[in-house]
């Protein structure tokens, strides 16, 4: 069964920065892309960051910047590190793990960025 667990959400001031982490487990997922979605009250849910098997990385056109995803393909994770955040970026953070054919979902966690 696969497990995506999601850590490093939390309240952060603007200008402040957060780290999160999802490790994966269940199958291998060496050969899966990972990334990170966030969804706001409101809005339709929409990528932040992935991250190819080979390390090419992606970011939403918002990110200017500020934001850097990495894995670790021995540990099945992935991390977002996230800087100069602002109140837009309040929302919750999904991961997604991504094989094609088959795709996964976390549970989501909470970053909240107050003025």
């Known amino acids: 069964q696969v497990q995506l667990e999601e850590s490093g959400g939390g309240s952060v001031q603007s200008g402040g920065s957060l780290s999160l982490s999802c490790a994966a487990s269940g199958t291998d997922f060496t050969y899966y892309a990972m990334g990170w979605y966030r969804q706001a009250p409101g809005k339709e849910r929409e990528m932040v960051a992935s991250i190819t098997s080979s390390g090419k990385t992606d970011y939403g056109d918002f990110v200017k910047g500020r934001f850097t995803i990495s894995r670790d393909n021995a540990k099945n994770t992935v991390f977002l590190r996230m800087d100069s955040l602002e109140s837009e970026d309040s929302a919750i953070y999904y991961c997604?793990?991504?094989?094609?054919?088959?795709?996964?979902w976390g549970r989501g966690t909470q970053v909240t960025v107050s003025s």
């Open positions: 997604k793990v991504d094989g094609g054919l088959n795709w996964y």
